[in-house]
């Protein structure tokens, strides 16, 4: 498996469809980071273009490099120590490129997706033509910006929902354990 994920904070989309910036929270840097690993993804990218917010992110992960909270539980700094920082999706997109050769295929996700590429099995199919890493986003606020989702290489399936009236908001948290389980397993 060659995948990496990202959880983008910039550009995403508010309630009212604008760009903007959303905060980082610490239960997305746990939460993520644990279903990445135990999914065997490569890294985790937290995206965000504000300092002050990768100043947050660095001393909660750097409280976790010490060897008290690595005797107190090695598998959460296991799995934060899969997490890499970047200001953008390119630079994430760069540093793959780097690792592996080659460009990654960016995948977009999205709860609203009216129209899209195809389900897992068909990106797996895809994966392996192009015979490529892929970058999984996600986003956050109301979900990815269109200036993403328009220019990815797939737009993946949403998951859909079995409510009877329809209701489908999951935490991304929870989408991103679903999708990981799904490419892992299918
Ligand atoms: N603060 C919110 C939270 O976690 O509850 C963030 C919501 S954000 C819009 C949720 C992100 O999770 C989406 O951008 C998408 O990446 C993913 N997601 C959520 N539900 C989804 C679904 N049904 N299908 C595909 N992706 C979904």
């Known amino acids: 498996m060659n995948y990496y994920l990202a959880l983008v904070h910039a550009p995403v989309k508010n309630k009212l469809g604008e760009e903007v910036t959303t905060s980082v929270t610490n239960l997305d840097i746990h939460d ?26 660095g001393r909660i992960l750097g409280h976790w490099q010490t060897d008290t909270a690595n005797e107190y539980n090695p598998d959460r700094q296991s799995a934060l120590s899969y997490i890499k920082l970047v ?31 195809g389900d897992e099995k068909a990106l797996k199919q895809r994966i392996m033509l192009d015979n490529k890493p892929i970058l999984l986003l996600f986003g956050t606020g109301w979900g990815l910006s269109d200036s993403l989702t328009n220019v990815a290489d797939f737009k993946l399936e949403p998951i859909f929902g079995t409510a009877q009236d329809e209701y489908n908001h999951l935490s991304v948290r929870s989408a991103v354990a679903i999708y990981c389980d799904r490419l892992a397993r299918n």
Do not use: M
Request: aromatic letters at 10%; proline letters at 4%; charged letters at 20%.
């Open 32 to 57: 993520i980071a644990r279903s990445a690993r135990t999914f065997g993804f490569k890294h985790y990218f937290i995206v965000t273009p504000i300092t002050e917010q990768q100043v947050l992110v």
């Open 87 to 117: 200001n953008t999706v390119a630079e994430a997109a760069a540093q793959i490129e780097a690792l592996e050769g080659v460009k990654p295929l960016v995948v977009v996700t999205g709860a609203n997706f009216k129209k899209y590429d």
